[in-house]
């Protein structure tokens, strides 16, 4: 007997790990699971490895397949949302891949896909931090640096699907390589790997520094080494995470200033730091963005955690069915 009615399917792709979440109408998580995301002959396994996990929790839930309204997916990298193929995901290996058609081809289902990074911040602008504002920033800082911008309540893709890439803005023209193949992205600095490459810089200049002995000690250093050294009162972690969040606070008041959100949202695993990075942005951000900008703008800590991405899906295959199938019907 059928229990469930009227489920959609989140998919949040990375890397590493493939989220998948059956979510329903009102965005609550009827079961999540994840999946490791096998990258073997650049990704060619990684839809027939979704669909093989939905369909056993599906028949497990007792869930008639007719009763699934639609797959949303969040995949990394430069995403058409129209045709839902991926045109580049370097950490999945993917290059014009047909996310969409492939997905629909073996679930029958109707496929939405965009960024993840846009995904995430529909996510929690439905059922987090966002609390459904009208034009919110969301900035994610892990491994890398991910945005999305949602402008008069609906997620700004741009012309090919490039907008809103707040992590390669260049802002430090002699700093890191970034994956992009240019030089000096916040990417490389506000993420952290961007940290650890500014904290090992610090250990060769000052090699008798208690960070180049805590270095030497452990053989090796991660960000939340750096945030809880700089708890302990190290000056050069202390001086490592005020540069970062000045850059960042720089950066978001500049987005800032083009689309006058009510609301930013940081998430990501270096949001984990709290207050500890939270202040600094904040005080930057105000410093920097025009105040009738800065005083209508809240900036917060996300709320959904690795779950964003997942609800975001679906409520990107909410919004978006009943556009294309009017669409459709115009034509």
């Known amino acids: 007997m ?11 792709i990375g890397g590493t790990t493939i989220k998948i979440g059956l979510i329903d109408k009102n965005g609550d998580i009827i079961e999540k699971w994840e999946i490791s995301t096998n990258k073997e002959e650049k990704g060619i396994y990684i839809v027939d490895d979704i669909w093989h996990s939905v369909t056993s929790h599906l028949d497990d839930l007792m869930i008639n397949r ?17 045709s839902g193929k991926v045109h580049e995901a370097v950490n999945v290996g993917w290059k014009n891949f047909e996310l969409a058609a492939k997905l629909k081809a073996i679930s029958g289902l109707p496929v939405f896909v965009e960024n993840d990074a846009n995904i995430a911040a529909l996510g929690e602008n439905w059922r987090g931090a966002g609390e459904r504002a009208k034009d919110l920033i969301v900035m994610t800082l892990g491994t890398g640096v991910g945005s999305g911008i949602i402008a008069n309540g609906a997620i700004l893709t741009g012309t090919n699907g ?17 994956n992009c193949g240019r030089i000096g ?10 940290i650890v490459h500014q904290a090992m810089d610090q250990i060769t200049a000052h090699p008798t520094s208690d960070l180049s002995a805590y270095y030497n000690k452990q053989g090796k ?15 050069i972690c202390k001086e490592i995470i005020n540069r970062t969040g000045k850059i960042i606070g720089a950066e978001l008041a500049r987005a800032a200033m083009l689309i006058n959100p009510s609301k930013i949202i ?19 951000f105000h410093e920097y963005a025009l ?21 975001g899906a679906a409520y990107y295959v909410l919004q978006q069915y009943p556009k294309r199938n009017q669409a459709a019907l115009s034509r």
Do not use: M, W
Not at 187 to 194: H, V
């Open 2 to 12: 059928n229990i469930l009615s009227d489920v959609v399917i989140g998919l949040d």
């Open 66 to 82: 007719n009763d699934i309204i639609g797959i949303g997916a969040g995949a990394p990298g430069f995403i058409d949302n129209e």
């Open 162 to 178: 490039t907008a809103a890439e707040i992590g390669h803005i260049i802002v430090d023209p002699d700093g890191y390589s970034c």
């Open 185 to 194: 992205c916040l990417d490389t600095i506000a993420s952290a790997t961007g």
């Open 221 to 235: 250093i991660d960000s939340k080494d750096i945030f809880d050294l700089a708890a302990q009162g190290d000056s």
């Open 266 to 284: 940081v998430g990501g695993g270096l949001s984990k730091a709290g207050d500890q990075l939270l202040h600094v942005i904040i005080k930057y």
């Open 291 to 311: 105040p009738r900008v800065s005083r209508v703008c809240e900036v917060k800590l996300a709320q959904l955690g690795n779950d964003a991405g997942i609800i």
